[in-house]
């Protein structure tokens, strides 16, 4: 089966401990059940049940702790299998999901850093069950890494001091690693280093989001910093402030494919059992269609998301093509899941609205994801970089298999500078079409022929690259 089923689950996974964690999960959310989960969203219940279970199964320490780094051997970054964890939590609720994101996101500074020290904290603290942050976005400037306010000041004791507010940030509440973004005070270089919600130089104000997450904004008062914790300075910093969101925000189409598999499940059941003018509702032609738009879309979602994680585990300093398949992941898949809500929507009608419905609570949570950090404009701007040597300049690689192994995925924490985007190479694609004769396939043939020839002859110049609307 293509789609999640929590009721005769496959897991994609090639070894035991995988395939366990994936059963547990599973267990977790069915034995609470779809009414105390729906409770809970209502009420913005804190969800420490669920992090009291990743701590008992060691689930954060397993999944997200790179093999060097773990206490056991089945502790490894292994992008196939954290695909499959971030589509069974969004399955069930995109609040779980998010604290799992947010972790990603504020261990990747760590685990790119050259600071033995704390990623060997960093890695102690997994295997206790913590979550981590990631202290990059701003109240006034979002996520523009140029604009970032946040001051490291060096101390006579050779220590630092940090001023300075961050905003919209997940786990804020509650990570002992919150992986902060920052200038030197003095030079102006970019920094990164971990603060401590604990501390009482950290100022937690408040959740500035109405749900069960805790998106916190919290400022730093003359926090301590030690020489020993800085994880990044100038453009190492900068470098993995970029990496960073190319490894964690893949897992924005995973989270859409979750919630729309959800959805589509309860959206058949309800029209399977109502009849209107002595038919079931899925007897309407228009009905059919919707459903199989739906089914057809959400199916490509979750086909080119796991092709594009092949390309992450595959990728070298030789071979960054992922740079290319990542942002589309981020970009279409997630507007594409809203696609497939509205066609579910247009079926079950009223019904979506109902408090009891994990419809109610998906409608409502698919729209966050094409949103975060500026997904769509953001990252249509990066696939322009890549068009011409995409579609004019191809290069030799041999042929890419189903990335599948039970294996760390080094390269990710090792890119080294994010930089030189136009210089990446991409295969020819035209062999793969060229081998099926299909209607809709030739018609695509034709459609990129002239979009090629569009290119060739009305290039767009630099302000149209940079009109991303157009």
């Known amino acids: 089966m293509i789609l999640l089923n929590p009721n005769r689950h496959e897991s994609l996974c090639p070894d035991e401990r995988s395939r366990e964690i994936m059963r547990k999960t599973i267990a977790f959310f069915e034995n609470k059940g779809l009414k105390k989960v729906k409770e809970d969203d209502h009420a ?55 604290t799992w994101q947010v972790s990603i996101l504020g261990l990747g500074p760590i685990w790119m850093s050259k600071n033995e020290e704390m990623k060997r904290k960093a890695a102690q603290l997994l295997q206790e069950g913590n979550v981590f942050a990631f202290g990059l976005s ?25 001023n300075g507010e961050k905003y919209y940030i997940g786990n804020a509440n509650l990570a002992p690693m919150v992986s902060t973004f920052g200038k030197m005070a003095d030079t102006g270089e970019y920094v990164f280093f971990p603060a401590d919600y604990r501390q009482k130089n950290y100022e937690l104000i408040r959740n500035v989001c109405a749900s069960q997450s805790y998106v916190g904004q919290y400022a730093l008062h003359d926090y301590p910093v030690s ?42 059941r309800h029209a399977a059992n109502r009849r209107l003018y002595n038919m079931a509702v899925t007897d309407f032609p228009h009905v059919k269609q919707m459903f199989t738009d739906a089914y057809a879309r959400l199916v490509a979602m979750k086909l080119f998301s796991l092709r594009a994680a092949d390309y992450m585990r595959a990728a070298s300093p030789d071979d960054r093509r992922y740079l290319l398949y990542n942002p589309i992941v981020k970009m279409k898949v997630t507007t594409q899941g809203e696609e497939v809500i509205n066609l579910l929507w247009d079926v079950i009608a009223a019904k979506g609205f109902e408090r009891d419905t994990y419809f109610e609570m998906a ?38 298999g189903r990335q599948d192994a039970a294996r760390n995925d080094d ?49 767009p110049d630099e302000a149209q690259q940079k009109d991303v609307d157009s």
């Open 44 to 98: 913005r219940a804190w969800y420490a049940d669920f992090l009291e279970f990743v701590k008992q199964e060691r689930l954060f320490a397993t999944l997200l702790t790179p093999a060097r780094y773990g206490e056991s051997a089945d502790c490894r970054w292994d992008t196939w299998r954290n695909c499959e964890f971030n589509e069974i939590l969004a399955f069930y609720g995109l609040a779980y999901w998010y």
């Open 138 to 162: 701003e109240r006034t400037h979002g996520a523009d890494i140029y604009s970032t306010e946040m001051s490291l000041a060096p101390q006579p004791d050779g220590s630092y001091r940090a």
């Open 227 to 268: 020489a020993a914790e800085i994880l990044h300075r100038g453009q190492e910093a900068w470098d993995a402030c970029l990496n960073t969101v190319n490894v964690g925000k893949f897992n924005l189409g995973w989270a859409s494919i979750g919630i729309c598999t959800h959805a589509l499940y309860e959206a058949i």
């Open 363 to 400: 409608a409502r949570d698919i729209r966050a994801l094409p949103k975060l950090e500026g997904t769509v404009h953001v990252n249509i701007a990066l696939i322009v970089k890549f068009m011409p040597n995409y579609f004019f300049n191809p290069a030799e690689y041999p042929a890419l």
């Open 411 to 459: 390269f990710l924490f090792e890119q080294g500078p994010a930089r030189g985007l136009g210089k990446i190479r991409f295969h020819d694609y035209s062999p793969i079409f060229d081998q099926f004769d299909l209607p809709n396939v030739n018609i695509f043939k034709e459609q990129i022929a002239v979009f090629k020839e569009f290119l060739a002859m009305a290039t």
